[in-house]
């Protein structure tokens, strides 16, 4: 292993948009495997639990620090969603052109921001 | 390495024909994911509220029910490959990184039956009755 040869890591490369995506994907991914599926079987079992058990996981959801937590998964999601996509478009050999390429790469973490605070908007006026 | 046969030699140090079979899995439980994550959030949004009782009613619906179980597969089988490719990335030593993948598939199925069972019980349990 120690001694194949390496390819240059992030460090090395110009930053530009096509790399903040591949990353934000990787991030979001992990982070909601991480933290989102473990929140997400709290709430399943304290549903299954009784109504105490989901009162204290409503309760604490409803907090600031619960929203913070609640939001930041959400949009961790759409981002996850929107630079998915961006991979199937890429999967079936499109949108490699440049021009192309970089507008998906901001469009994508920005529409997702975008339906983040649409999504929040619809639950918190309602 | 050893003086094994050539495919014994280059085993386990590179493509080991998993690799496509890995990339379809991702592809085909991406597309399971966007169909029932965008389930699940508009029926968040279009519930009246989120208290015990109307989540609890909704989910016990069989439609609701079965739409969650085959989310939790999709979405636990999705996040193994994803936190695999990871452990693959980041971990080198070879002792570590097959415990870490141990450990993962572990987690996820455990994950996933515990969810299942949690949707089961919710369904089949009715409410007010004795839990």
Known sequence: ?126 | MGNGTSIGRVRGLGSAREGAHHWLLQRFTAIGNLVLMLWLITSFALLPDLTYPTVREWLAQPLSAAAMALLLVSVFWHARLGLQVLIEDYVHEAGSKFALVVLLNLAAIAGAVFGVFCVVRIALTPLGGAA
């Not at chain 1, 040869?5 to 979001?28: A, D, Y």
């Open chain 1, 1 to 126: 292993m120690a001694d194949r040869p390496l390819s240059p890591h992030l460090q090395i490369w110009k930053w530009g948009p096509h790399m903040l995506v591949s990353i934000l994907h990787r991030i979001t991914g992990d982070g909601m495997a991480l933290v989102g599926l473990a929140i997400g079987l709290w709430w399943l079992g304290a549903l299954a639990s009784g109504e105490e058990a989901y009162g204290l996981f409503y309760e604490l959801a409803s907090s600031i620090p619960g929203h913070i937590v609640l939001i930041g998964l959400s949009w961790a999601f759409f981002t996850h969603m929107m630079s998915g996509l961006r991979h199937f478009v890429l999967d079936i050999g499109a949108g490699y052109e440049l021009d192309t390429n970089k507008m998906w790469s901001i469009l994508a973490p920005v529409i997702a921001i975008i339906l983040t605070v649409a999504f929040w908007a619809w639950i918190l006026l309602k």
